[in-house]
């Protein structure tokens, strides 16, 4: 065959049995975000540029090489979004809840664009659940935020992750150090790959994100953010810690997590699985207090995370994350039919058992024999065949599949007996 179009690089087509795996995911993971008191929120695809160019950062990937951005017919410069939190943000202040008392829980689900380079885990258009929780500063938020994170995992039974945990400062202190960091970095500027030297004039914090072994080992000599932050931001740290014991959550310092994106402040979180090092974070999180009055808002502190669940499934079916294909979906009742008049009867009182069960009409034309089979690959416990005479006498000829039983059913007693047997 010759295949015309084919799928842009980086993007994926989710099939059937993988699309019920999604929809399991999701369905658990809206279970237990309600239960820990987040409400749903969906704001547009498309974002102004300048949302993300302020709030994620220039200087960081994201907003330098991995933006979907274009102009549109009207003039208004435009960006797919590469993440939600700060379309939550805008939507926050657009509708105007800051007016709200309290803290705002909003969760968020669907797909995320980057034109970053594609590999087994990374896409150009993915999917994030998250969570954005605006109006506390506590610490014992954030702590919750974490452990919010690691029950969805939980409710899809992934296992085998470990939390990381680094904080990044604030206002006061970050840009001392900042500044440190820099001058540190330049004089030892010939030691570092190339995109650390311009990492280093730009964002130079992102030193630390470097996977390159010889800026590592550099770095070593460097004293962490962590040991260089504020007293305030020292005490957040040690509250976030005691509450994340409370809840026997174990989480590990790692003094160079300190996330891609610009807004974070304080608490910055990782999940990620142990035994897949390439990709191997799954969900990422933290503070960001500065954000919402960097988006013109009153100043609000907030703690948000999101999870990828393309890497997520991965982790959960490693073997069989691109599967081939794939059978349609289940039916409970599989109508035969043979001849035009006969599918139109079929289809007229499979509307009435639509009403109890699932049912597909089978409208190719082909023989009896094919529709049987087609009836097996579906894992119909029933088959109602429709032919000339079936229809002359407003009858079915009614098959069971589990012991092969076949008997005649007339039409007005058909919901009745697809019901006995399907206990439905
Ligand atoms: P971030 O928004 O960069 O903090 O990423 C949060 C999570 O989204 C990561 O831990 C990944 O699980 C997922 N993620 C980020 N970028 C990609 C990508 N290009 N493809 C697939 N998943 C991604």
New binding site residues.
Partial sequence: MDIRYRRPR?TRDVLLEEMERWRWCEERWREVLERYGFGEIRTPLIEPTDLFTRAVGSGTD?VDKEMYSFETKGGEQITLR??ATASVVRAYLENGLTRQPGTLKFYYLGP?F?Y?RPQA????Q?H?V?VEAIGSPSPVLDAEVIRTALALFEAVDAEGLTVQVNTIGCPECRPGYVAELQAWARGRAEGFCETCRARLEINPLRLFDCKVESCRDLLGGMRPISEAVCGACRDHHAALRTSLAAMDVGATEDPSLV???DYYTRTTF???ARQDLR?S?????GRYDGLVEQCGGPPTPAVG????????LRHLYPEEFDPQLSRQSPVDVYMACLGQPAMIHALAHAELLRGVCRVEVDTTGRGVKAQMKGAHARGARLVLIAGDDELAAGKFQMKDLNDGHQREVAGDGLLAAVREVLGS
């Fill in positions: 980086g994201i590469p993440e995320m980057r970053d885990g990374r896409y150009r993915f994030q998250g996330r891609g994106l990782e999940i990620s990709q974070a799954l969900c990422g999180g995370f999101s999870l990828g669940v393309e890497r997520t």
